[in-house]
């Protein structure tokens, strides 16, 4: 059962020199990162250090029984959900990240967009690494 909690908040956080601005209108919480480094960074200090699978578990749980779901921005775009309002998916449970729901089509056009060749390399070397790991299964 959820309990009655609602956050009303509009906070500014510097994590290495970064902004990452915290938005709460009652039971939605949003965070928007800078950059990718400054949400690694927020993760593994203060009360979030420790293990990510574990982290992320215990903040889903968290915002689940208190009726909350934070949204996760890059630059603006939607990345992920975590709490209440969730719906991870296969991708978020093959890596392990309980609770959480990515949303990374939007950042990943961005990218995509911005450095084409850096983006296809990406991909190739994911695809190799793809198949090296299937190989091995089979034998």
Known sequence: MALPLEVLADLQLAVDGEEI?????????????PSIRA??????S??????????????HEALRIAGLTAEVRLSGDPIA???????PG???RLLNLDGVELQLTRPL?????R???VTASVVVGLLLVLGWWLLQRRA
């Open 21 to 33: 601005d915290i938005r709460g209108n009652g039971d939605h919480i949003v965070v928007d990162l």
């Open 109 to 113: 056009r961005a990218a995509i967009r």
């Open 90 to 92: 296969s991708f978020a």
């Open 81 to 87: 959900q975590v709490g209440a309002g969730a719906r």
């Open 39 to 44: 949400g690694r960074r927020l993760l593994t």
């Open 115 to 117: 450095r084409p060749l």
């Open 46 to 59: 203060g009360p979030f250090a420790g293990n990510r699978t574990r982290t992320t578990t215990r903040l």
